[in-house]
């Protein structure tokens, strides 16, 4: 028992780790699965098309039952909706294992995409509700610091499977082990209640979604999320021909990210969640800048920015509306969550027709090869800097609203 749960029965601790193993396996599911696409592509004889639907049911699951989840998190608890996302989880992957056939590719990857969500949609009010204050944003900091982190641990590990010839589907058994573990460590425990009560009810929640402040943050979010998966799709190709190694680029983000997370509490503690995500953006910034016209060596150092750019911007978005907008309750951090998610899928295919643009301008100018590729590719990734560049200028206003409004709060006082 520790004495920043919300109430007395409640294991916070244990239900805090529990959540942790349930994100490694959301980010398991990103690192192997997508891994295995292509082999399953040659295998099955699927189109790029047909392999591209595969891959987008596990973003399609993931926002709707993170809004699902939401609606339903005070009625039915946190606890029932682990339970499904165990179950949702087990069936996919054993449908990943052992399914030969397009149609239940599909399913299988929809219903990891429909764990994952819930996860989301469970784990986040829980761990705002069972800590208060900066212990709060502390803790959900190191929860979102398994994402990254499960995913330099699962393609590290896929890596030595792949070596030892241990070969496609016979590596998704790997995600089961977080699964197992999560659901034992969840087995039995005691939820926390809402902090305030009118997070407790939909009226409430959506009363508190209307304000101004909320639809600010939405905005922040979609374009947080984009600033942060946006150029992860394309940068290993940019790299690629600028003689950087992306494995490298990619284990080096992963790594700082997970890291920059652990210690994201302090980071709030001292500069606010406006602080930090006005600061997060203009770290992404350079990284992105640096990106967009480095190559080689300098490649590694624009990761290092873009990393601790991106690393604090989802679990302290998350963080400023269960502390700053508490009456959004469940539902609150599910919607943030799934607009973050669907924004991503939406600047998909915005981004990739930069890409087009951008090739077919350098092969007017005579560009081939390699050579159209880099310039080409930097040119997109110096499009996206637009994104943080904004989320400068909204974070500076961020901060200064937040400012004016504890003014206001310590005169009335």
């Not at 101004?212 to 690629?240: D, H, K, S």
């Amino acid at each position: 028992m520790t004495s920043s749960t919300a109430t007395s029965n409640v294991n916070a601790n244990r239900l805090f780790y529990a959540s942790c193993f349930a994100l490694i396996t959301t980010a398991f599911s990103f690192a192997i699965a997508a891994g295995i696409l292509d082999q399953l592509k040659t295998e099955l004889e699927l189109t790029a098309g047909e392999a591209g639907l595969i891959s987008s049911m596990w973003f399609l699951g993931f926002p709707i039952s993170m809004v699902i989840g939401g609606l339903i998190y005070h009625k039915v608890g946190g606890k029932n909706i682990m339970q499904f996302a165990f179950f949702a989880h087990t069936i996919g992957i054993l449908l990943l294992i052992f399914s030969g056939s397009y149609g239940l590719l599909l399913i299988a990857n929809l219903l990891i995409g429909l764990g994952n969500g819930c996860t989301e949609a469970a784990c986040n009010p829980m761990i705002a509700d069972a800590y208060q204050g900066t212990r709060m944003s502390k803790m959900l900091n190191r929860f979102h610091m398994w994402f990254p982190g499960g995913i330099a641990i699962g393609s590290l590990l896929s890596g030595l499977m792949t070596n030892m010839e241990i070969l496609g589907q016979s590596q998704v058994w790997l995600l089961l082990i977080p699964a197992v573990i999560y659901a034992y460590m969840f087995y039995g425990q005691t939820w926390p209640k809402a902090k305030v009560e009118e997070a407790a009810t939909l009226t409430g929640n959506l009363k508190a979604m209307i304000s101004p402040l909320f639809i600010f943050m939405i905005i922040c979010m979609a374009l947080t999320a984009i600033t942060e998966f946006g150029p992860n799709q394309w940068v290993g190709l940019i790299l690629a021909k600028s003689g950087a190694h992306p494995m490298l680029v990619l284990a080096l983000t992963s790594g700082l990210m997970a890291i920059a997370r652990y210690f994201g509490g302090d980071m709030v503690k001292k500069f606010d969640q406006t602080g930090v995500l006005l600061g997060s953006a203009v770290l992404a910034t350079v990284g992105l800048y640096l990106f967009s016209s480095q190559t080689g060596a300098m490649a590694y150092v624009a990761a290092i920015f873009f990393a601790l750019g991106i690393a604090y911007f989802w679990p302290n978005m998350l963080g400023f509306v269960a502390d700053k907008i508490p009456k959004s309750g469940a539902l609150g951090l599910s919607i943030v969550g799934a607009v973050g998610m669907f924004s991503s899928s939406i600047f998909q295919p915005i981004i990739g027709g930069w890409i087009d643009a951008d090739q077919q301008m350098a092969a007017d100018q005579g560009l081939m090869g390699d050579e159209l590729e880099l310039v080409a590719g930097q040119a997109t990734i110096g499009t996206m800097m637009m994104f943080p560049i904004i989320l400068i200028v909204l974070f500076t206003l961020l901060y200064f609203w937040m400012k004016s409004k504890k003014s206001k709060q310590v005169a009335t006082a």
